[in-house]
Each structure stands twice: as C-alpha cells, then as structure tokens.
C-alpha cells in the first residue's frame, strides 16, 4: 500500500469520529441504520450476539448480502474478514466494501499470524484490549482501532477495562523518561518506533472506536467521555425491543457525551435494551477477546 | 477545547466528523476558533464551519436540537458558512436522490460521487482565486457539485463536476483542505468573514502541519 493510500484510509476513520458503526444483517436493517444516523454499518449474517448462541465456525459473511446492503445505502459499509484469513480480505476487497474489520467475532483462521494489512489497498480495522495490541495492528498497517470488549453480551465492562487499560498505558508512555521506553515496548510488546509517537501525541496515532458489548445511549457516552472516538454497537440495537428508537437515541448520546441533561432526554422510553450476559463468570473458551494477540 | 466561543472567532460545527482537523488549521492561521454544538454557541461568530462526516448522520443531528434554524436564522444575520464534503452536502439547496437539508446556497450535489473508499484520492489544482499555486486537495467518498444557480461562483471545475464555489455567504468545497498542509482555503475563508488571516504567502504550506496534527485537539483521558 503506497503512503498516501494509507493516509487517506486513516483520514476516512477521521471522518467518522463522533459517530455510530451499526451492524446490521440485512437490508432493512442497514436503511434503519443510515436513517438513525449510523456514519458506517457493519454487514454480517449474524450478530455477536448469534453468532455466541450459534456456535461453530463463524465466517465472513456471503458476499451476495454484503453487496446487497452496499447497494442500499450510502455511508460507508464495512464488513468482518477473520483473524488472519487473508483471502476472504481479498474478496471484501474485491467487493470495493469500504473497510475491513478482521475479527475475533468470527472464529480466527490463523492462530499465529494476523492479516498483513499494508499488502491491501483497502482500509482494515482491528480489535485491540491493551496498547501494545493496538500497536501491534497498526505496524501490521490497520488504520483504524476499537477496543474488543466482549462482544454479543450487551455488558459494557469489557470494553470499559480495555479503553482504561489503553489510557493508563498512553499516560504511562507519555511521563517515562526516555530510557525507560525500549524496556517499556519490549515488555509490551510495542514497536518501538509506535511507542515514541504515542509518546509525543499522548494518545493512539489513529482512530480508535469503542466496541463490544454496548448497549444503551449511556453506554455510548461512557465510552466516549472515557477517550474513545466513536463507538461500534453490534447486537445492541437489533437486539433490543425497538431498534429504530434506540439507534437513534445512541446516535444522539455519542454526539452529545459530555451533556447529562441531553443524555437524561435521549434515555427515556427506548423499550427493553438487549438482554445482558454475565462476563465474570463467563468460561475462557466462550470469550471472544482472547482470540487474536 | 471547551471556552466559550469568542466574538468575531470561527465555529467549527461539531456534531460528528472532521472537527478537531478544522480546528487545527484554523488556530495556525491564527484565528480564535471553537466547536460549536448548540444553538446559542453561534452568537457573535464571524463564521461557521460545518465539516466533513457522514452527511445523513449530520443532518438528522442538526434537525433534533433545533441547530438547523439556528443555522439559517444566523446566515440570514450575516453568519458566512463553509461546507467541506459533507458539509457541502447539508449546505445544498438539492442532493441528487435525497431531501436537502438545510438547502442555503444553489447548488445541486450528487452524494458519493466516485464511488467506495477504494476511489478516495489526491491531487493538485490550481485555484486562482484562492492561491497562486496550485494546492494539495484531498477527496474521500467525495460528492460531487453537478449544477451551480445563478448568483454562484464556480472556483474550481474538474473534469465533469465543480469541486468548490461560493456565494456572497457561503463557500463549498467537496474536498478536505483541513486533511493538508495547505492552509489556503482557511485564509480565503476568513477573509470571506473580514478577518485578516496570519501569514502572507496564501499558497503556502504549513512546515509544521503533520497528518497526526489534529490529535492535539481530542479529549485525552
């Protein structure tokens, strides 16, 4: 990938800050989204929150529903390639979808190795519960970042734990006197040229959107008072009892997070919100953020 | 970040998008410039920028909390606008397609011209009443500017599309001068509003503007 395609796929994750990335499964859902005011959707076959009760291989989804909702809207879509399945990355590519999120919601093809993103011309998002993760995807040439959360469980607190890890570990970077930053990288696993700019810029160099288990309009402000720049919300909206309210009313809550009296109004009578999974007590083998490193 | 926005400063619209890149290249003209986010924030402003984002997102934001009159109202009180990309979009009087929003200079726009982000791209132009060089412009999922009423000007055509034009209150342009070191179209906007922007040479470009430039004005936890 040439240096300017780089930068204008960063500049694209720029234009969406402030706003909602939806996933939606279908047509209706990807214009119910656009009329909410999503800045991007995520077209997959199942949400998170499916694709958990399901079980099995999960994969990246059939190109023909990809390009159906493509057709149906005007923002940006995305779509999910897995952890190190470079070829279904070639075929989003080749759909000319907008971006790339390679995913530990679907099951990872590679154990080893991540896509090596700079080979596309395509922008690709990756998930990221510390730092160091966040840097390593980003030297793998990702232009934009989210935390992983948990996805499919409507239970914020993952994604809360990976967005305060991050910050703890920028603010570390930020005050370490300059020796102590090679032993810093190398303990986290940092390139160490990433770790300098994060260093200077006192925060990620690129996007970097909250995901994984968000669920109301206050979720959404919580993410982003704590730093983030936007939010995913997965199986939050077309989970709950009445997706076109609640879409909009994140929307609104992502736009104004730093207003309680404009949360109080955007909170009220949005129905059920999408039923809750417990995380504590969730088995290792049933979460989703250790897949990938 | 968070002051108040000052008399005769810039606002920069910020609901979603390219907020904290306006800001950026309008403090290194040296203009007071703030995010604006509700209706009383526009008071005293000289001009408003409204910027690039997602142009459905933006336009359902602007119509909940009663900004899109504010917005109108203060154009109709001598508020000069400045739309980039999305930005042109809302400021159309027709979109290709779709309902206009707040429709307040003649023009019509068709809505992500050139097709998915594989076709964002880069180029040079010159645009003689801007600057004497020709300026680094940058599109991403731009629109494209198909038709221009009467009573506008056009300040750059390409190839089949005008890509930037102005009336006597509002200036349009369907790429992103803030994603550049050129800090040309900032100056032609100030001194649209009659301020005097820092900085003789208007096509230069700024030796100390980088791509991660406009990180200085997120929110740092």
């Given at each position: 990938?040439?240096?300017?395609?780089?930068?204008?796929?960063?500049?694209?994750?720029?234009?969406?800050?402030?706003?909602?990335?939806?996933?939606?499964?279908?047509?209706?859902?990807?214009?119910?989204?656009?009329?909410?005011?999503?800045?991007?959707?995520?077209?997959?076959?199942?949400?998170?929150?499916?694709?958990?009760?399901?079980?099995?291989?999960?994969?990246?989804?059939?190109?023909?529903?990809?390009?159906?909702?493509?057709?149906?809207?005007?923002?940006?879509?995305?779509?999910?390639?897995?952890i190190g399945h470079f070829?279904?990355?070639?075929?989003?590519?080749?759909?000319?979808?907008?971006?790339?999120?390679?995913?530990?919601?679907?099951?990872p093809a590679d154990e080893d190795c991540h896509i090596d993103?700079?080979?596309?011309?395509?922008?690709?998002?990756?998930?990221?519960?510390?730092?160091?993760?966040?840097?390593?995807?980003?030297?793998e040439?990702?232009?934009?970042?989210?935390?992983?959360?948990?996805?499919?469980?409507?239970?914020?607190?993952?994604?809360?734990?990976?967005?305060?890890?991050?910050?703890?570990?920028?603010?570390?970077?930020?005050?370490?006197?300059?020796?102590?930053?090679?032993?810093?990288?190398?303990?986290?696993?940092?390139?160490?040229?990433?770790?300098?700019?994060?260093?200077?810029?006192?925060?990620?160099?690129?996007?970097?959107?909250?995901?994984?288990?968000?669920?109301?309009?206050?979720?959404?402000?919580?993410?982003?008072?704590?730093?983030?720049?936007?939010?995913?919300?997965?199986?939050?909206?077309?989970?709950?009892?009445?997706?076109?309210?609640?879409?909009?009313?994140?929307?609104?809550?992502?736009?104004?997070?730093?207003?309680?009296?404009?949360?109080?109004?955007?909170?009220?009578?949005?129905?059920?919100?999408?039923?809750?999974?417990?995380?504590?007590?969730?088995?290792?083998?049933?979460?989703?953020?250790?897949?990938g490193w | 970040?968070?002051?108040?926005?000052?008399?005769?400063?810039?606002?920069?619209?910020?609901?979603?998008?390219?907020?904290?890149?306006?800001?950026?290249?309008?403090?290194?003209?040296?203009?007071?410039?703030?995010?604006?986010?509700?209706?009383?924030?526009?008071?005293?402003?000289?001009?408003?920028?409204?910027?690039?984002?997602?142009?459905?997102?933006?336009?359902?934001?602007?119509?909940?909390?009663?900004?899109?009159?504010?917005?109108?109202?203060?154009?109709?009180?001598?508020?000069?606008?400045?739309?980039?990309?999305?930005?042109?979009?809302?400021?159309?009087?027709?979109?290709?397609?779709?309902?206009?929003?707040?429709?307040?200079?003649?023009?019509?726009?068709?809505?992500?011209?050139?097709?998915?982000?594989?076709?964002?791209?880069?180029?040079?132009?010159?645009?003689?009443?801007?600057?004497?060089?020709?300026?680094?412009?940058?599109?991403?999922?731009?629109?494209?500017?198909?038709?221009?009423?009467?009573?506008?000007?056009?300040?750059?055509?390409?190839?089949?599309?005008?890509?930037?034009?102005?009336?006597?209150?509002?200036?349009?342009?369907?790429?992103?001068?803030?994603?550049?070191?050129?800090?040309?179209?900032?100056?032609?906007?100030?001194?649209?509003?009659?301020?005097?922007?820092?900085?003789?040479?208007?096509?230069?470009?700024?030796?100390?503007?980088?791509?991660?430039?406009?990180?200085?004005?997120?929110?740092?936890?």
């Amino acid at each position: 990938m040439a240096e300017n395609r780089y930068l204008l796929n960063a500049q694209l994750a720029q234009m969406l800050k402030g706003g909602v990335i939806m996933d939606v499964v279908n047509v209706e859902q990807a214009q119910i989204a656009q009329e909410a005011g999503a800045v991007a959707v995520m077209a997959l076959e199942r949400v998170p929150a499916d694709i958990r009760r399901h079980g099995g291989v999960a994969r990246m989804s059939d190109p023909g529903l990809i390009k159906a909702i493509k057709e149906a809207v005007t923002i940006p879509v995305m779509a999910k390639a897995r952890i190190g399945h470079f070829v279904e990355a070639q075929i989003l590519q080749a759909l000319k979808i907008d971006y790339i999120d390679e995913s530990e919601v679907l099951t990872p093809a590679d154990e080893d190795c991540h896509i090596d993103k700079t080979r596309f011309e395509i922008p690709f998002v990756c998930g990221a519960r510390n730092l160091g993760e966040a840097l390593r995807r980003i030297a793998e040439g990702a232009a934009m970042i989210r935390t992983k959360g948990e996805a499919g469980t409507g239970n914020v607190v993952e994604a809360v734990r990976h967005m305060r890890t991050m910050n703890r570990e920028v603010r570390q970077l930020a005050t370490m006197p300059a020796e102590e930053i090679m032993g810093f990288a190398k303990v986290n696993g940092i390139p160490y040229e990433l770790a300098l700019e994060v260093k200077k810029l006192g925060r990620l160099p690129v996007v970097n959107f909250a995901a994984g288990g968000i669920a109301t309009p206050a979720d959404a402000a919580l993410m982003m008072q704590l730093g983030c720049d936007g939010v995913f919300v997965g199986s939050g909206i077309f989970k709950s009892s009445d997706p076109v309210r609640r879409a909009g009313a994140i929307v609104r809550a992502t736009a104004y997070y730093d207003d309680p009296g404009k949360l109080l109004e955007v909170s009220m009578d949005l129905g059920d919100p999408m039923p809750g999974l417990d995380v504590a007590n969730m088995p290792n083998e049933d979460r989703l953020a250790g897949r990938g490193w | 970040m968070n002051a108040v926005a000052g008399p005769g400063g810039i606002g920069v619209l910020d609901l979603q998008g390219g907020v904290q890149e306006h800001l950026d290249h309008l403090r290194r003209v040296g203009v007071s410039a703030w995010p604006v986010k509700r209706a009383a924030e526009l008071d005293g402003l000289a001009g408003l920028v409204i910027p690039g984002g997602e142009s459905t997102c933006l336009s359902r934001l602007l119509t909940i909390f009663g900004l899109d009159e504010a917005i109108r109202r203060a154009c109709g009180n001598g508020l000069k606008l400045w739309g980039t990309c999305a930005g042109t979009i809302l400021l159309a009087r027709e979109n290709v397609g779709e309902t206009p929003s707040l429709g307040l200079i003649d023009i019509a726009v068709s809505r992500n011209a050139f097709g998915s982000q594989l076709d964002s791209f880069n180029r040079e132009a010159l645009v003689p009443a801007v600057a004497r060089e020709p300026i680094p412009l940058t599109f991403i999922r731009a629109p494209k500017i198909v038709r221009v009423g009467e009573g506008v000007r056009v300040l750059l055509q390409l190839d089949d599309y005008v890509a930037a034009a102005e009336d006597d209150r509002i200036l349009v342009t369907v790429f992103h001068p803030e994603l550049t070191p050129s800090l040309a179209f900032h100056r032609y906007f100030l001194r649209k509003c009659g301020l005097n922007p820092a900085g003789a040479d208007d096509a230069g470009l700024d030796p100390d503007w980088t791509p991660l430039s406009w990180t200085r004005f997120t929110h740092h936890v």
